[in-house]
């Protein structure tokens, strides 16, 4: 039954994506008018967006052209991409709505060997900080940032993995939306930020991720882990829950 919630958790994930990358996806895709993974990331560390159902409700004028200033889309572009999510969601189970809303708390276990490092790819990562800092996310008293805050770290490490030398990856404004709501807002994050290589800019305006930092699959796989088992073990409270309720039928 475990087994069963972790692949159905990661298969959900990877759909909302895919989902996603179809929804930004530009009209006609051969001629690449927009780098579709950097408007993702650009709208989920700037707007908070990373579902259909955030695309829908966040505002064009205030909350998205500007999260998406330099990259040559309209408001029509995005009229466009609402309308795409609206349909898409219609034609998609309910859960995709809700996508983000159920993070509890679990025991988190880290993919690490007997020496005490990640065991694949070398990479720059302290692993055993990266581990203190998953164990202390799980305990912020609100546990659907804690998971919103696990799934961005994801995200930005999959940057880094997918286009190691892409220097739009390695850069981050300290008042950007994504990283003062998920690495300041949430107990233990920061610790997380800190493990994967991220060190703040001599003039404090920004973090950087250093060029002689590399982050592995590994590191991903970690990081995916975490919130697979946040995400069962929700799964598995409202089953229980259900099974306590008066209603319940025995």
């Not at 052209?65 to 349909?87: C, E, H, I, S």
Request: proline share 6%.
């Amino acid at each position: 039954a475990d087994a069963l919630l972790e692949w159905v958790t990661y298969a959900r994930g990877r759909e909302l994506d895919e989902v996603m990358h179809d929804v930004l996806a530009p009209p006609l895709p051969e001629q690449r008018a927009w780098d579709v993974a950097l408007l993702f990331s650009r709208l989920e560390e700037r707007a908070g967006v990373s579902t259909p159902a955030d695309l829908i409700a966040a505002p064009i004028e205030t909350t998205l052209l500007p999260a998406l200033q330099g990259l040559n889309l309209t408001a029509r572009d995005l009229v466009l991409m609402r309308a795409k999510a609206k349909a898409r969601l219609a034609q998609s189970p309910p859960w995709m709505a809700l996508a983000k809303l159920s993070f509890p708390t679990s025991a988190l276990t880290l993919n690490v060997d007997s020496g005490g490092a990640v065991s694949a790819d070398a990479d720059t990562v302290d692993v055993g900080l990266l581990g203190v800092a998953l164990q202390t996310m799980q305990e912020h008293p609100n546990i659907s940032a804690a998971g919103e805050s696990v799934r961005y770290l994801y995200r930005i490490s999959c940057n880094v993995v997918d286009s190691p030398g892409d220097a739009r990856y390695r850069r981050l404004r300290v008042d950007n939306r994504a990283y003062v709501a998920h690495v300041l807002g949430v107990r233990g994050a920061s610790l997380g930020f800190e493990a994967l290589g991220w060190v703040e800019s001599p003039d404090g305006s920004t973090y950087v991720l250093p060029e002689d930092a590399h982050i592995s699959s590994a590191t991903t796989d970690v990081i995916m882990d975490c919130m697979k088992g946040l995400i069962a073990q929700a799964a598995s409270q409202t089953v229980g829950r259900k099974g306590h309720s008066p209603d319940a039928k025995l």
